[in-house]
């Protein structure tokens, strides 16, 4: 009975509609065969993932505050985007081509785990950029000019993540 008290906690219906809508959204058409699929992989995502996604340490979205922090990542992620797909532009575009590849290593000041992997790959999707290993130290990072690694440190996506831990 535990098995199926895990599925209608707040939390598992909260991931669980997204996650339906999302699949019945990407359908080619709404049968119920469909329907019955997308419940049932949707039903089973949320139990596999229980353990990782309704930690108590990791479940800061669950609140509004979470959520609204969470949504100012989102942005600040595709501000950073835009500006590095500019700077990336302008290189390539260049007749001289002004690379200067280089390593970057930036201490880690995010705490949870969950965070640390998701700044990581926010520092992978800016264009020119590249998440090259993840320590408990910090982080070594591939980046096309040295004017792009040095703005890492310290950055818009950093204190983003920073304040979806619930820091200020």
């Known amino acids: 009975m535990k098995f199926f008290h895990v599925f209608f906690t707040k939390k598992a219906i909260l991931l669980f509609i997204p996650l339906l809508l999302f699949w019945l959204i990407l359908s080619p058409a709404l049968t ?3 329907i ?4 049932v992989i949707c039903w ?3 139990l596999f993932s229980k353990d990782i996604i309704f930690s108590e340490d990791e479940t800061s979205l669950y609140s ?3 959520l609204k922090n ?3 990542f989102l942005i600040t992620l595709v501000v950073e985007i835009i500006k590095a797909n500019i700077d990336v ?3 390539v575009l260049s007749p001289s081509l002004p690379i200067t590849p280089c390593f970057v290593k930036i201490p880690n000041t995010v705490k949870k785990d969950t965070n640390k992997v ?3 790959n926010a520092i992978t999707l800016t264009p020119g950029t590249l998440t090259v290993d993840l320590t408990e130290e910090g982080y070594v990072i591939h980046a096309l000019t040295k004017e792009a690694g040095d ?7 950093e204190e983003a993540i920073i304040k979806l831990e619930g820091e200020e």
């Open 32 to 34: 119920v065969e469909t």
């Open 36 to 39: 019955i699929i997308g419940f």
């Open 44 to 46: 089973g995502v949320v």
């Open 64 to 66: 509004l505050r979470g």
């Open 70 to 72: 969470f949504f100012m």
């Open 89 to 91: 532009a302008k290189i």
């Open 118 to 120: 998701l700044l990581a």
């Open 151 to 157: 703005a890492i440190k310290g950055s818009a996506l």
